[in-house]
């Protein structure tokens, strides 16, 4: 009895999205409408923070060794510098390498032909993990007893800083902004489509039905608008994602920025869209119902 009851209310909740089309049609569209948006700000933080990750991995450090070092002695300290926990990698540079990279900068060669390549330092260009961490790894360098002085680009790892920061503070405010909007909207659209039902519900209220018996329909209808919202916007933002993608790697940008593949990310996408839809649905149901149950 209690099953047939409870396949009795699922029937009745997906049999009122047909009964009411026109609010279901346009519940669906807000939730769709709100879930784009706000997806579509989230998608544009995340490619910017990719690209600031892009920009930070092409940062790097260059420690000059003591002049009074041979060339084996220099390269024998590439073993201490990475060991300092920050460093990825690090790459040795003879004198004779780095006085070539200079004169290459210059197309009249006949410049450098009576400099002698002892005017260079041997050198190691060094790579960092965590761009944070450059002036504590500068120190650290520093301390290696056989390296002169290290050349870091403090301000602009200061500058990559404040611009993550700036950008996760802005990104933060402004999608908390948005989920606030997006369930207001769809709670009172859900609240819409009920008030035009208000007659049914203080009907079957005073006959006798439980408030969970009234609410439950409902919550189904909620549940599916929701998720159906919810798979709507995927792909709509998935198609939206792709266009625009491709118009930013075919133009003059493309060979500047690097978009993150949506495939990449779709997953994160589908699961986070079918939440939120889920969960507004069924809220916004729940809630929108309850004023009438107070007969």
């Not at 969960?279 to 007969?295: D, E, T």
Request: with cysteine; hydrophobic share 50%; glycine share 6%.
């Amino acid at each position: 009895m209690k099953s047939n009851k409870f396949g009795y209310l699922i029937h009745e909740g997906l049999k009122s999205i047909f009964t009411h089309g026109f609010m279901s049609f346009a519940t669906v569209t807000i939730v769709v409408a709100c879930l784009v948006i706000m997806g579509s700000f989230t998608l544009i933080a995340v490619n910017v923070d990719s690209m600031l990750d892009d920009l930070e991995s092409e940062n790097e450090m260059i420690a000059y060794v003591e002049e009074t070092l041979t060339e084996e002695e220099a390269r024998a300290l590439q073993s201490e510098i990475e060991y300092i926990s920050n460093v990825s990698s690090c790459e040795f540079v003879t004198r004779e390498q780095a006085m070539e990279e200079f004169a290459a900068q210059y197309e009249d060669d006949s410049l450098f032909e009576d400099v002698d390549s002892s005017v260079f330092r041997h050198r190691f260009i060094i790579y960092l993990n965590d761009i944070f961490l450059m002036e504590e790894t500068k120190e650290s360098v520093e301390d290696i007893t056989g390296i002169a002085k290290v050349s870091a680009y403090l301000e602009v790892a200061e500058g990559f800083v404040t611009v993550r920061n700036v950008m996760s503070a802005v990104s933060l405010v402004l999608i908390v902004v948005l989920v606030v909007v997006c369930v207001f909207i769809m709670s009172n659209t859900v609240k819409l489509a009920t008030y035009s039902r208000r007659d049914e519900i203080a009907i079957m209220k005073m006959v006798g039905a439980s408030n969970w018996f009234i609410r439950f329909p409902f919550v189904v209808e909620g549940l599916v608008l929701g998720l159906l919202g919810g798979f709507l916007a995927y792909f709509l933002e998935w198609g939206l994602y792709d266009v625009v993608a491709n118009r930013i790697m075919s133009g003059m940008m493309g060979s500047l920025l690097a978009v993150v593949s949506f495939s990449a990310m779709s997953a994160y996408v589908l699961v986070i869209y079918l939440a939120v839809g889920l969960v507004v649905g069924v809220f916004g149901s729940s809630v929108a119902i309850r004023n009438y149950l107070q007969v």
